[in-house]
């Protein structure tokens, strides 16, 4: 039930979506409670799993390459299919859509090899799959970092600030990391480590991933610090949808005139319902996931803000009936 969950408890969740490795007196002093009440707090939300704190990765910044699926699927099989799919350490957001006849998911592929595999050769021979269409995301307007609790939190703009971390320091990287080097980040068995276990707990501290790498505190904290400033890792937080009173998503596929699709897609990352939006290849070049109350809020939703999008010449929407696997393995 909402009644489970109080003002303090969204509050909290909001603040850790600033900074999701903010010490618990940071917080507190933001929030105007106790550092214990803090602890406490996020204690209990953790361990219900109410509230985890993530380290999220980047696949682009890696050389990756992000899929959004659509598999079409005998009625009978897609609820296999789509549990299939999400014990794949690669996918994530695996959804039930359009009466259960379709599957979404978003799938990373570390080369055009496996992107091949994946849409040449194993989909296409999966008993009773029907098609599949295969959108490549090539620009993301909102998402990874950017979370819809941002939108929704009841924090006010002085609290956000004071939780706000500060910028990262500018100072040369090792050649590795260059900025100005091209091509994606190439990582190690020990930058694995570390992103395995900040996936596993994103407020881990410095001594525990330390165990966890072979590596000092300090090489922790500077190879974290290093991975942050490449736009590699940052911090994810995931919660129960009625702390925030989130409702169901809807997935959304619009064609948009070529000349306005950045113009559209700013605008639709702008949206308060918006937690995902993308410029993609394929048969529609742009795609949003939205969270509406409800039917008459979606409604109203895309017979306003929609609507008002410049240069939209088609608009397909997709309910999601059923949500198979959220987050990936990060690493």
């Excluded at 971390?165 to 020990?190: F, I, M, N, S």
């Excluded at 795609?287 to 109350?293: L, Q, S």
Aim: charged share 25%.
């Amino acid at each position: 039930m909402e009644s489970d969950y109080d003002d303090l408890d969204r509050r909290l969740v909001h603040a850790l979506q600033v900074d999701g490795r903010a010490p618990f007196s940071t917080i507190a002093a933001a929030l105007g409670v106790s550092d214990r009440t803090v602890a406490r707090r996020y204690a209990r939300l953790r361990s219900t799993g109410a509230v985890r704190v993530l380290g999220g990765v980047d696949p682009m910044a890696l050389g990756a390459v992000l899929w959004l699926l659509r598999v079409r699927c005998a009625p009978s099989a897609s609820v296999a299919v789509a549990e299939a799919l999400a014990r794949r350490p690669e996918t994530s957001w695996v959804s039930l859509s359009s009466g259960g006849t379709e599957i979404t998911c978003t799938v990373r592929a570390e080369s055009e090899a496996d992107s091949e595999a994946l849409l040449l050769a194993r989909l296409p021979r999966t008993p009773r799959v029907e098609g599949v269409s295969a959108h490549s995301v090539l620009h993301t307007f909102y998402g990874g970092p950017d979370s819809l609790i941002a939108k929704l939190g009841p924090l006010d703009a002085a609290a956000v600030e004071a939780l706000r971390p500060p910028p990262l320091p500018q100072r040369p990287l090792p050649d590795r990391l260059l900025p100005d080097r091209p091509g994606p980040v190439r990582l190690d068995d020990g930058d694995r480590r570390l992103l395995a276990a900040l996936a596993a707990d994103g407020r881990a501290g410095f001594e525990q991933l330390a165990e966890l790498t072979g590596w000092s505190p300090t090489t922790v904290r500077r190879r974290m610090t290093e991975l942050r400033e490449r736009g590699v890792l940052y911090l994810d937080v995931d919660c129960d949808k009625r702390l925030l009173g989130f409702g169901t998503r809807t997935l959304l596929w619009l064609s948009v005139a070529p000349p306005h699709l950045e113009e559209a897609g700013r605008a639709l990352a702008g949206h308060p319902e918006v937690a995902f939006a993308a410029a993609t290849t394929g048969p529609t070049n742009l795609y949003a996931t939205v969270v509406c109350a409800d039917q008459r809020a979606l409604y109203r939703y895309l017979t306003t803000r929609v609507a008002a999008l410049p240069a939209v010449l088609q608009v397909e929407t997709a309910p999601v009936i059923r949500t198979v696997k959220q987050a990936a393995t990060r690493t």
